[in-house]
Nanobody, 127 residues
Framework: QVQLVESGGGLVQAGGSLRLSCAAS????????MGWFRQAPGKEREFVAA????????YYADYVKGRFTISRDNAKNTVDLQMNSLKPEDTAVYYC????????????????????WGQGSQVTVSS
């Protein structure tokens, strides 16, 4: 059984920074990729960023490109999301996700492309 636990959310002013971390546990944890998604009140869950586990190739949604950076630590089974220049529209619950199946770039930004999900971490950006 794989478990993903997010941490690092909170309240920050517009223009500020936050760093989210996702810790994965499970005896057989060996993902092909991990990603971050977010869901704002009244909106659908949307893709933020993804990273392949072996090669470290990264993918970003256009609305966070240049502001957010995803990274992973294979030895610690963690994936982080550094968020800079935050905007009020970044306010959402942020979810960590892991893909067990063979990676395909076409699936990187799709909710259905991931097999495991964390419980979410609230990020609130005040104006």
């Amino acid at each position: 059984q794989v478990q993903l636990v997010e941490s690092g959310g909170g309240l920050v002013q517009a223009g500020g920074s936050l760093r989210l971390s996702c810790a994965a546990s499970g005896r057989t944890f060996s993902p092909s990729a991990m990603g971050w998604f977010r869901q704002a009140p009244g909106k659908e869950r949307e893709f933020v960023a993804a990273i392949t586990w072996s090669g470290g190739r990264t993918y970003y949604a256009d609305y966070v490109k240049g502001r957010f950076t995803i990274s992973r630590d294979n030895a610690k089974n963690t994936v982080d999301l550094q968020m800079n220049s935050l905007k009020p529209e970044d306010t959402a619950v942020y979810y960590c996700a892991a893909r067990r199946r063979l990676f395909s770039p076409g699936w990187a930004s799709h909710i259905d492309g991931y097999d495991y999900w964390g419980q979410g971490s609230q990020v609130t950006v005040s104006s």
